[in-house]
């Protein structure tokens, strides 16, 4: 079924300069249909939530260099505190390492299910996400060589991601000297030392690896979004075309972003949320669905779809708004309904919308 799957994590905000980014084709879309949530918002009070008052999520370029260190360092924070789910995972050593604990823990239910994509797409290694200084979110690895990601199921030339000039350590920026402790589970790359664990989750310490990879980026740019947005029209295919149609050849904008990335554990399906980037791209992914609501609220904010598993692997019921869904012992769980709305959740709660 379709979850909100990272609102654990949100970007700090605040005053922010301008970005040198001109608004795209999906950005337009969300600030002419913004007058939809606040007429839908007038019928349908969320406590005490409103347009004026919720906070406003900012993509990265957009805010200052100082913001964005605080944001990581606010992340190499989590990395000091102690783990809580070291029982669950042996190799948990952080607070950080929780997240991904729970992540592979909850892989089959949670997929198949913010940086702007389109923005740094035609270039990501010299973004201001990846070009490596203080104010990034760190750069590329080293030159590592290497097939590149198959895609598994989809015909030639798209069943192979082209590796990019990266793929070793990362050794630049504010995660430089960051180490991997969990996985590998389904890495690309070759080279790095297996698990102790066959679930992943033993003490496996390593450097934090990626390959910055335009070719993964070029199915990222706005054209892609916007489609995805305005031409499927009820859940289902809006999640089906998101995460790719893999046979047809057809890459969706989710596995796009995390193969800009790659690298590990940023390219592992069960081990991404490793690679602090990850939490950007999948509050992108939120954005991305929280646009396409407010095209139909009425409709959309109640609408799931498929199974409680990813490919209904084990079989299992049709997920239903009544089900519930947690974060393990980082969060208490809630009704599947309590997270489709960043406005009203958890009764108001939420209270926060996209710039």
């Not at 950080?96 to 198949?112: A, E, M, S, W």
């Not at 104010?135 to 015909?155: D, E, H, L, R, V």
């Not at 399906?269 to 999948?282: E, I, Q, R, T």
Request: aromatic share 10%.
């Amino acid at each position: 079924m379709f979850g909100l799957s990272s609102w654990t994590l949100a970007l700090l905000i605040g005053s922010s300069v301008a970005g040198p980014y001109p608004q795209d084709a999906v950005d337009k879309l969300a600030e002419a249909t913004l007058p939809k949530l606040k007429e839908y918002l007038a019928k349908n009070p969320q406590g005490s939530c409103t347009l004026e008052n919720s906070v406003r999520r900012k993509e990265w370029s957009d805010l200052s260099a100082t913001q964005r260190q605080e944001y990581t360092a606010a992340v190499l924070c989590l990395m000091e505190k102690p783990a809580l789910t070291s029982s669950q995972a042996p190799g948990a050593k952080s607070r950080f390492d929780d997240y991904v604990t729970i992540h592979i823990l909850q892989t089959p239910r949670n997929h198949g299910s913010y940086w702007n994509w389109d923005r740094y797409a035609k270039d990501p290694i010299n973004s201001p996400l990846f070009n490596g200084n203080e104010s990034s979110m760190g750069g590329n690895g080293a030159k590592f060589s290497y097939q590149g990601i198959q895609i598994p199921g989809a015909p030639r030339p798209y069943n192979l991601i082209p590796a990019g000039v990266g793929g070793g350590c990362v050794t630049t920026g504010p995660f430089k000297n960051m180490t991997v402790n969990l996985g590998p589970i389904a890495s690309a790359l070759t080279g790095i030392k297996a698990n102790p664990r066959s679930d992943g989750l033993g003490y496996n310490p390593r450097c934090l690896r990626r390959d910055i990879n335009k070719n993964s980026a070029a199915v990222t740019t706005a054209n892609y979004t916007l489609d995805l947005i305005t031409k499927n029209n009820n859940v289902y295919w809006f999640q089906t075309v998101m995460e790719g149609q893999f046979q047809q050849g057809k890459w969706g904008v989710h596995s796009g972003g995390h193969y800009t990335v790659g690298g590990d554990p940023g390219g592992d399906f069960y081990v991404s949320p490793g690679d602090p980037a990850f939490w950007l791209h999948h509050a992108m992914i939120d954005r991305v669905w929280w646009i396409w609501q407010l095209q139909d609220l009425s409709k959309r904010l109640a609408e799931v779809s498929m199974t409680r598993t990813m490919g209904n692997f084990p079989p299992s019921a049709n997920g239903t708004l009544d089900d519930m869904s947690g974060l393990g012992v980082l969060a208490p769980d809630v009704k599947v309904r309590e997270l489709m709305s960043t406005m009203g959740g958890l009764g108001g709660k939420f209270c926060y919308i996209y710039e």
